[in-house]
C-alpha cells in the first residue's frame, strides 16, 4: 500500500481509478479508500467487470449511491477475459443511459474513430482509446487511427491500456492525447516508484514535444547548414 | 435464510439492513448495499427489513480497473 501511494505521488497522477467489488466477508478490513487522499487524487470509478451495458450501468449506479465519490464514471464493458476487449454497441448504449442520468461519462474503447465520435455525440466527457489489450504492455498498435481520434475530438482523448515503457506514453503525448492512463507497466514494475517517475518525465516531455510542434520527416538527408560551397571548390 | 454476497446464511435474529451491517462489522461509511436489485439509501438502512429469501449484496470500493 505504501509503494503504491508513494508511486502514485511520483508519477504526477490526477486520477486514480477505483473498482467496486463485493465485500469479502472473511476479511471485511479494507482502507483502500481511507488511503488514497482524495485531495490528492480525483477518485474515478470504473465500471471494470461488466460485460453487458446494464451490468455497467449497474455498477455506475452503485458508485453514485455510496455518496463517497463524484458522478463520475469511467466506463468500460469488456464482454470477454482473454483480451479485456472493450464491447462498442454496449458501451455505446451504457453511454447514453448514464448521460441522461447526470454522470460524467469516460468511455474504455478500441480506437474506432467513428466509435468515439458517436460517443462524443452522446455526450461522454472523454474518450479512452487503447493501445493495446490491457495489460499487454505492448505499447502503441495503432498510431493511425488513433491520430484520426485525436484530429476529430473536441473532447480530450486519454489513451488507456497497453503503454508498457515511458516511451510509449511519450509517444502518445506526442500524438496530441491530452491524457495517458497507466498501470500495469508501473505496478509491475521492478522498482515501481522509479517507473512512476519515469513515466511522469516521459508524459511531461512528450507533451512538451508536441506543443512545440514536431519538426517533419523526410526520405532523404536534409543538411542543416549550406553545402554549395564546398561542392565548387 | 438469506442471501448475502453469494452465500447463504440464516439470518438468526438480524432483522434490518442496519443490523446486518454492524453484525457484519463494516464501515457502514465505505460501503453500497443493494437488495434484491435495488440500491438502498444509507439512512434508510434502519427501516428495511431483511426478510427470509432476500439476496442482499454489499459492495465497496478496491483498487484497480
Redesign the interface.
Known sequence: MDI?KDSLVASGAEMV???????N?DQ?E?H???NLDPKLFL?L??T?GAQTAEEAVRLA???K?????PAWI?L?VTPEPRYLLPDGDATLRAAEILVKEGFTVLPYIQPDPILAKRLENVGVATVMPLASP?GSNKGLRCIELLEIIIENSTIPVIIDAGLGKPSDAAAAMELGADAV?V?TAIATAKNPLLMALAFKQAVEAGRQGFLAGLASTHQFASASSPLEWLSSL | MITLNGRLLDQGNINNIESLISEHQLSASAIVVEKNGSILKKEEWPNIPVLDGDHIEIIRFVGGG
Open positions: 503504491m481509478t477505483v473498482a467496486l467489488r463485493r465485500v466477508l471485511p479494507d483502500l479508500l481511507s477518485l470509478p470504473n471494470s449506479r452503485l458508485s449511491a455510496s455518496g463517497l465519490l469511467k468500460e490491457i492512463l498501470n
